[in-house]
Every structure is written in structure tokens, then in C-alpha cells.
């Protein structure tokens, strides 16, 4: 059976349409011909054996192994096109528009695979969710129409609705797999009462739901089944987040039984919006991104029990390969696009992929190699595909302009090999890969992590300015109207050597360990000077005329104002007088680091102290993990001879 199924993806560009062999060669299909015109779309049957696309005025089907043209149906106008799960029907969706007799444009139309008869067609508005979900043996389908389920049998689209059921509020259903399908029906939370979920026993929606949950703070929800459809996990979003922590809504997530038997919210340890989750192929387990940045990845059992913790890292994406064997967690979208992939039996990390851009990943059919794509309108350069084994070298790339949509082939899983005990090795780049390397140009290098200033280089990073992940603070997040306050000024004043800071201060602000408030502490002026404002320059210029002219009486002014008492106490606060040369300007010394007045001697061991600090932080990066730049290695090395030069150095001094 597995010679049937051939590895092979599919793009399409904005001047191309093209199917390409997958490993070992990844060439393109020979005698499939693209289009003359951009297609729109394109689409595989989930068993692999159908590929279709859209053109402005026709849809043309091809048998995806060997890409042989079965049937051409002049449709013009088609937007969305889908086949059912065994690939014997294909489902077109076109804009509405209004009709000159002012009947209603039956946008939504169902056609036979294989003679390309017109089976029905209905009216449907939205492109979400625009297609009838099938059965998995395609013996029913189902449609949301205005709050009601209404449920088809393909093999008689003639006989119309066959069964139907009306839900209040309901804005979202979802068929689940499986020899016995359910239905899961979302109605929102509307005018105080609560959101709901409810699922029904397709064959008995006459019946009083299996399983149903109430809760709020749910205005939409994304529903996924695992594959057996017993279980189903429903993640609940709000349009607007009233505690105003997160700018996407708050989310939850519960776990439902078809049965009826479990129901519960799965518990997350750390604050923060869900940002994925996926259910493992075995249907017994799933995982769960999740928390503010950097983000945490759990693996969670059907009965919501942890079973494993992959830690706080910056992702937002969780993915297992179809084999269950392998999970992917990455971080796409606006972070880095690194890649970590995990092997489900041990835990243990296999390989770390860097694939920034990208805007689109998913495993191949066989669970060996990983596709990552960059595509516009997401962005709109290096544009193409890079396909990965999973043990992390680089198997093929393909570069274009503007591609607009990429996937691979489905393939049955009992068509592919097995994972054996150990992980498979890589097999050798396609030329691709070389070429690629031959015609890129070198990228320069560019110092890893955060810009610092010259005067905080060489030090240790403060643990504030840290990821959670790099040993730094945990996240405290604001209620969203105010940033938390600072300790210190950013504009510190410069005492004169020898000078203490004023009112026990430390030089910044006004000395009481709170932000400077609107005011700048002069040294040697009083420490309790009126606000600047247009008053107190008017009465302050007063004062100043008044001085001229009687004398004393501005010195005896002056004096009051030195012997100002405290709001709240009764003991007037004494100001020293310090004398300040203001024609020279005065700048902060750091006590120990005078360099005139340190030897040459002492001045080379302060350089050498130097460069072992810098070893030091350069092995703890080594320890985290992080990768080191050739220099910084030949920096380490070094580290013996500068300890030996600093012995010497010394014993002389």
C-alpha cells in the first residue's frame, strides 16, 4: 500500500501554481503543467488521492499520484474549494451577490468528484466556516443555519433535511470523528445569561444533550475533538479582557466527555492567555501553551492531570507529528521563530531549529520532516519553504516571490513506516540546500542578546532586566492604567567630591527614596525651595529687589527661609553651606577607579580582573545553553595565562 502514496507538497504564488516529489530529490511532478493565470486556491482530499485548484473561471481536478487531469468544471468566481473525507464530493464557495430576479445567490455548491454533477447548492454568507461537515464515512452531513443544526444524508442531497435541531444563540457547531459522531453546538454568552456548550449524539439530536457546560467571559470559542471523538476541548475567548491585562480577551479551556461521564476547566498554573493546544494523536493526552512571555508548555492527560513540564520559553505554538512520537513547540508570529522539538518517549530534546518568519509549519505525513514556510501577506519577502528532518539538519529549500499558500500531501497513516526504537538519522541535503548556500550572501554577525551601553558592557546583567526563563524576576503584571512606579531618577545629580547628598539622600531625586517630584535639588541651596511656577518667580523677583534696596533685610529674608520647619514636625532643618566653584564643572569620581592615580602595575591587574569577570559571564552562557561566537571561545580559552599573568603580577606588587 505505501507505494501508492509518494511524498509530495504543493504551492501556489503569485505567478505559480506547482506539485513537487518530496525526499529524497524534491524535483517537481513531471508533466504537470501550472496554470496561465493565478489560481486562488488549492486543495487535497484527506485521503491523498485528489488534488484540486481554482482559476477565475474554472476548477480543474487531478489525481494527485502522477498529477493525471481527471475533470475540468466551468465554475467561474470560486473563492474557497474543499473535498469530502473520502474525496467523493467537492464543495465550492463564491462571494454573494445579488441577483437581477432577486432570488438568493446559492453561493455554496456541492458537486460529484468523479462526473462533476451539480448536487445542491445553498445560500451561505459567511467564508467562516463555509463548508458542511462530513462524517468520516460520509454517510451525513451537517450545516448551522440561523440556530439550527440541520442534518443531510450526501448519498440523498435530493431528499433535503433529514433531521434538524434549533439552539438558541448557537454560533458554532463542530462534527467530531469517529465511528460514533457527536456534535458539539457553542452558544455565546448574550445579555447577562451564560455562554454554553452542549453535545448532542448525531443519530438522537432529539434527545437531551450528552454532556453540557455552562460558564461566562465567552463571546467566541475554537473547538477541537481528538481523533477517536470521545473528548473535546473547547477554548473560550472574550472580545475585551475587564481586567485590562491582556489586549486579546481573556481565555479559558474545559475539557468535555461525548459521553457524558468527565467535564471539568483545565487548571493553568501561570496568568497569562492560552496561545495553543493540541490533542496527541493517541487521544489520551494533549498539550497546552500558555501564560504571559516567556510562555509554559504542558502535557496534560484525559483526565487533566500534568504529565510533564517543558518549562517557561518564549513560544506560542505546540504541535505533535502524526505518529505521536515527536512534539514540536515553537515560537512564531512576532518572536523568534526557534523551534524545540521533543521526544514524546524519553522527554528529552532532540534538536533546536532557528526558522524565523515563519508563518506557516506542519509535519509531514510521515512524521520525519517538518515544513516551515514564509507566505504573504504575512510577509511579503524571502518568500518560500524549507523542509527540516526532525533530527534538525536542513533537507531542501525553495524560494519565490509572493507565495501565497503551501501543503503537503495527506497520507493515510497506515501507509507510512513506523518510528522504530531509536529516531530515524538524516538523510543527505537535496542540492537545493547546497546551491542556496553557494549563491547566499554572508550574513553579518551580529552580537547576541540586548543593546547595552559602553559603561554597562563587560558587567553581569541584572536579574530585572532578565526573561523569567534567564533566571530574571517573575512576571508582575499591572492592572493596565499605570506602569509601576521607579525607585530612582533617571537624572541623578552630581554631588562634588566629598559632599553627603542632602536630607540623607543618595544623589537621586529628592533624597527620600521616592521619584523627584517636579523639582531639581541644587547643592547648597535649601532643600525645601518653593516649586518653580510663575507665582514664585514673581515673589522670588520681589524678594531679589527688595534685597538691593534695604540690604540687611534681604539677608534676614534669606535666613527665614533657611530655618523653614517640616510639614509635620516641629524641628527646623539645619542646610550646611557648601561651597561650589560653579565655573568648573564637576563630574562624579567612582572611589577605586581614579586612574591617575593607580601604577602601571595596578592598572594592569584592574584589566586583567577585567577579563576573567568577562569569562566568567561567558561561561555562564555556555551553561544556559546559548550559543558562543568563535571570538568569545578564543576568549575563554585564554583564561590560564591571563590567571598566570595575574599571579605574577601580583607577588611583584
Not at 524519553?346 to 532557528?354: E, K, M
Not at 514556510?373 to 539538519?393: F, Q, Y
Not at 500531501?409 to 513506523?418: E, K, L, Y
Request: glycine share 10%; charged share 20%; proline share 8%.
Amino acid at each position: 500500500m505505501a507505494s501508492q502514496y509518494t511524498q509530495q507538497y504543493a504551492f501556489r504564488a503569485q505567478k505559480s501554481l506547482g506539485l513537487v516529489n518530496g525526499s529524497p530529490n524534491y524535483v517537481p511532478i513531471e508533466g504537470f503543467v501550472g496554470p496561465e493565470v493565478p489560481a486562488r486556491t488549492f486543495h487535497y482530499s484527506a485521503d491523498g488521492r485528489l488534488f484540486a485548484y481554482a482559476l477565475p473561471t474554472v476548477v480543474r481536478i487531478f489525481q494527485a499520484e502522477g498529477a493525471q487531469p481527471l475533470l475540468e468544471l466551468p465554475i467561474p468566481n470560486v473563492v474557497e474549494i474543499r473535498f469530502s473525507p473520502r474525496g467523493t464530493y467537492l464543495s465550492t464557495w463564491e462571494r454573494p451577490v445579488k441577483l437581477e430576479d432577486g432570488k438568493q445567490h446559492k453561493n455554496l455548491r456541492i458537486f460529484s468528484a468523479s462526473t462533476g454533477e451539480e448536487l445542491v447548492a445553498f445560500s451561505q454568507k459567511s467564508q467562516e466556516g463555509w463548508d458542511v461537515q462530513y462524517t468520516i464515512s460520509e454517510s451525513h452531513a451537517v450545516r448551522l443555519v440561523s440556530g439550527e443544526i440541520q442534518v443531510y444524508r450526501p448519498a440523498e442531497w435530493s431528499k433535503g433535511i433529514v433531521d434538524k435541531l434549533k439552539v438558541e444563540g448557537a454560533t458554532m457547531v463542530s462534527l467530531s470523528p469517529g465511528l460514533n459522531p457527536s456534535v458539539a453546538i457553542f452558544v455565546a454568552e448574550k445579555k447577562g445569561a451564560p455562554a454554553a456548550i452542549k453535545i448532542y449524539a448525531l443519530l438522537s439530536l432529539a434527545g437531551t444533550p450528552t454532556c453540557q457546560k455552562s460558564f461566562y467571559k465567552a463571546d467566541r470559542a475554537q473547538i477541537k475533538w481528538n481523533t477517536l471523538g470521545t473528548q473535546v476541548l473547547v477554548m473560550t475567548q472574550t472580545e475585551v479582557d475587564n481586567t485590562n491585562k491582556s489586549y486579546y480577551g481573556e481565555t479559558g479551556l474545559y475539557l468535555l466527555s461525548a459521553a457524558g461521564n468527565f467535564d471539568c476547566r483545565v487548571t493553568l498554573d501561570k496568568e497569562g492567555p492560552i496561545h495553543d493546544f493540541a490533542w496527541a494523536p493517541n487521544s489520551k493526552e494533549f498539550g497546552v501553551v500558555y501564560g504571559y512571555m516567556p510562555a509554559k508548555s504542558v502535557i496534560f492527560d484525559q483526565r487533566v492531570r500534568a504529565l510533564h513540564d517543558f518549562g517557561a520559553h518564549p513560544h506560542n505554538t505546540i504541535s505533535f507529528n502524526p505518529q505521536g512520537r515527536l512534539v514540536l513547540i515553537a515560537g512564531f508570529g512576532n518572536l523568534a521563530g526557534k523551534i524545540d522539538i521533543f521526544d514524546r518517549r524519553t522527554l528529552r530534546q532532540v534538536c533546536t531549529i532557528d526558522a524565523p518568519n515563519t508563518s506557516y509549519c506542519e509535519w509531514s505525513p510521515d512524521g520525519r520532516s517538518l515544513l516551515t514556510a514564509t507566505l504573504s501577506p504575512r510577509l511579503r519577502v524571502d518568500n518560500g519553504i524549507k523542509i527540516w528532518h526532525c533530527t534538525g539538519p536542513l533537507l531542501h529549500i525553495q524560494l519565490g516571490e509572493e507565495w501565497y499558500q503551501v501543503a503537503w500531501r495527506p497520507t493515510p497513516i497506515d501507509a507510512v513506516p513506523q518510528f522504530g526504537q531509536h529516531l530515524p538519522s538524516a538523510p543527505a541535503p537535496a542540492a537545493s540546500v547546497r546551491d542556496h548556500a553557494d549563491i547566499a550572501k554572508p550574513t553579518p554577525t551580529k552580537p547576541a542578546g540586548a543593546y547595552r551601553p559602553p559603561g554597562a558592557r563587560g558587567l553581569a546583567t541584572p536579574s530585572i532586566y532578565k526573561r523569567e526563563d534567564e533566571g530574571g524576576a517573575a512576571r508582575v503584571p499591572t492592572n493596565g492604567i499605570s506602569t509601576p512606579p521607579r525607585l530612582y531618577n533617571r537624572s541623578p545629580h552630581h554631588l562634588p567630591p566629598g559632599a553627603a547628598p542632602t536630607n540623607g539622600g543618595n544623589g537621586y531625586g529628592n533624597g527620600n527614596g521616592h521619584p523627584h517630584q517636579g523639582r531639581r535639588q541644587v547643592p547648597g541651596a535649601p532643600s525645601n525651595a518653593e516649586s518653580p511656577g510663575p507665582e514664585s518667580e514673581k515673589k522670588g523677583g520681589a524678594r531679589k529687589r527688595k534685597g538691593k534696596k534695604d540690604g540687611a533685610g534681604g539677608e534676614e529674608g534669606d535666613s527665614r527661609h533657611h530655618s523653614r520647619q517640616v510639614s509635620g514636625t516641629s524641628t527646623p532643618v539645619v542646610q550646611q553651606e557648601v561651597t561650589v566653584d560653579v565655573g568648573t564643572p564637576v563630574s562624579p569620581v567612582t572611589p577605586g577607579l581614579d586612574s591617575s592615580t593607580l601604577d602601571p602595575t595596578a592598572k594592569k591587574i584592574r584589566n586583567l580582573n577585567k577579563k576573567l569577570k568577562a569569562i566568567d559571564e561567558l561561561k555562564e552562557k555556555a551553561k544556559r545553553g546559548e550559543r558562543l561566537e568563535a571570538t568569545q571561545l578564543r576568549k575563554m580559552e585564554g583564561e590560564a595565562e591571563i590567571r598566570a599573568e595575574l599571579a605574577v603580577l601580583e607577588a611583584s606588587s
